[in-house]
Nanobody, 116 residues
Framework: QVQLVESGGGLVQAGGSLRLSCAASGSIFSSSTMAWYRQAPGNQREWVAS???????NYAVSVKGRFTISRDNTKNTVYLQMNSLKPEDTALYYC??????????WGQGTQVTVSS
């Protein structure tokens, strides 16, 4: 069983920055692909960014150049640095762990609200 706990969300003005954290339990973290997703009210959950166990990163077009995903395997934590935030970035942000077995786990989400 894997538990993921997100933190770092909040209210910020447009153009501001936030850093989200996702702490994972268990010993599987270093071998897992980690990802961030978000879901705005009335919208489907969408993928934002991911980082492989080897550190390869990928980003959605909408956040590329503004968001940075990183991981610290010594702390079992993945981060999402969000800069130049826009009102359309407002959403509930979720952390996901994709294990080598194919199983996946989700956190409970952290709210990000960007005011104009």
């Amino acid at each position: 069983q894997v538990q993921l706990v997100e933190s770092g969300g909040g209210l910020v003005q447009a153009g501001g920055s936030l850093r989200l954290s996702c702490a994972a339990s268990g010993s599987i973290f270093s071998s897992s692909t980690m990802a961030w997703y978000r879901q705005a009210p009335g919208n489907q959950r969408e993928w934002v960014a991911s980082i492989s166990s080897g550190g390869i990163t990928n980003y959605a077009v909408s956040v590329k150049g503004r968001f940075t995903i990183s991981r610290d395997n010594t702390k079992n934590t993945v981060y999402l640095q969000m800069n130049s935030l826009k009102p359309e970035d407002t959403a509930l942000y979720y952390c996901k762990a994709l294990l080598a077995s194919g199983d996946d786990y989700w956190g409970q989400g952290t709210q990000v609200t960007v005011s104009s």
